[in-house]
């Protein structure tokens, strides 16, 4: 197993050295790496290239478009980063909503020399997304594991509280702020498009609360990425209260647009390896317990990068053997979906866009980054493990 997960770690390291030693540019390097890891798995040229092309459009599509617009709101609008509660308040919004990279880009502003808001915020968002409830990771563990929405909600809170908070502590250890945060009307420009984001996500539940067909349509239309990037735009002009076109003008953006799209492009490379799901198949073993949802989720997260991938592969692989695991009534089902949220947050690392979105935020180098973000999920997310395994014991 060990020998079978190698590959990934060289290309990590690999990829340090391109960033650190030759200064490439992350997003050459990480096409660079993308190349050498496939050869080294026996992929032909012709699939490297077609499922980087899927994974980068798909990643730009889905985050391409924020990145673009909080990179402007922070050109035109918002000068100074969020206060502290802010912070963690927005985080929690974000993590609620239909993306989680998404949400992060458009908070890009909050970070402004303020890297430990940055990293608390971002773990927050992590936490949020993967645990509560209407965040699709949480709605897709709960569907696949045929687990009750409100049993899931209450069993993954407190899990999700104490994760937040241990980020929060963690990212307090890793990081000064040097600029005081700052909370004003202007981030409307942003508190909006996270709350359509929020929107998008409940009109995308399986219940559907918001309605079907026609309703459906117009609620995930209007948090559509181009929407809001447009909506992000025209409110931080009206905001600013004048016009600035060479804020407009800035492009410091483009290479971390450039690099979440290779990102993705990575991640869906991994994905066709078929790596994750052998390497997930190994911890299937019934005297682990509410451990086994926990490791295949965090297994495929860590080799794929893809935390719904993560959460589905890892559901429908431990489905079956619920009975087996002793979770197989209404408590232990939502315990299992809980565990599986766990570990879809573990580990974030170089193949997952919203990493290289959270480490621009915080202004970190990438290795800084593995040291802060990765290592804070890896936290957050035993946090969380440990919190539920003390709630099997009461419920």
């Not at 912070?87 to 993590?95: I, R, S």
């Not at 209450?154 to 999700?160: R, S």
């Not at 919203?354 to 990765?374: D, G, M, V, Y």
Request: aromatic residues 6%; charged residues 10%.
């Amino acid at each position: 197993m060990i020998l079978a997960a190698l590959p990934l770690p060289v290309a990590v390291a690999v990829l340090l050295l391109c960033v650190h030693r030759f200064r490439l540019p992350v997003f050459l390097a990480l096409m660079a790496v993308i190349v050498g890891y496939g050869i080294a798995a026996q992929m032909t040229y012709q699939s490297i290239g077609k499922a980087f092309g899927l994974g980068f459009t798909s990643a730009l599509g889905q985050a391409g478009l924020l990145v673009v617009a909080g990179g402007l709101l922070r050109s035109l609008l918002l000068k100074q980063p969020l206060t502290g509660p802010a912070a963690a308040l927005t985080g929690v919004l974000a993590g609620l909503g239909g993306s989680a990279a998404g949400g992060l880009a458009l908070l890009q502003p909050a970070g402004i020399g303020a890297p430990r808001r940055a990293v608390g915020l971002a773990l927050t968002l992590l936490a949020v997304h993967a645990l509560i409830l209407p965040a699709p990771l949480a709605v897709a563990a709960q569907a696949v594991l045929k687990a009750t929405g409100a049993t899931v909600f209450w069993v993954a809170l407190p899990a999700a509280a104490i994760a937040a908070i241990i980020g929060w502590l963690f990212a307090a250890s890793s990081a000064r702020d040097n600029e005081r945060g700052h909370f004003s009307v202007k981030w409307l420009a942003v508190i909006v498009p996270l709350a359509l984001l929020v929107v998008q996500a409940v009109a995308q539940m399986p219940t559907e609360p918001l309605g079907k067909g026609g309703a459906r349509e117009f609620y995930t239309g209007i948090s559509h990425p181009l929407i809001l990037l447009v909506l992000a735009v025209a409110l931080a002009v009206l905001l600013s209260r004048r016009w600035q076109p060479t804020a407009f003008a800035d492009t410091s953006w483009a290479p971390l647009l450039l690099t979440v799209g290779a990102a993705g492009g990575f991640a869906r490379v991994l994905d066709e390896t078929g790596m994750a799901e052998l390497l997930a198949e190994r911890v299937l073993d019934p005297r682990l317990g509410l451990l086994v949802p926990f490791l295949a989720a965090a297994i495929v997260k860590t080799m794929q990068g893809n935390s719904l991938s993560a959460v589905l592969t890892a559901s429908g692989m431990v489905e079956p053997m619920l009975p087996a695991l002793g979770l197989d009534s209404a408590a232990g089902r939502a315990l299992a979906a809980a565990a599986t949220g766990a570990g879809s947050i573990a580990i974030c690392h170089v193949n997952d866009p919203f990493f290289w979105i959270a480490a621009h935020i915080a202004e970190f180098s990438p290795a800084r980054a593995l040291r802060t973000i990765s290592l804070g999920s890896l936290a957050i997310a035993l946090a969380a493990l440990v919190v539920l395994v003390l709630l099997q014991l009461v419920l």
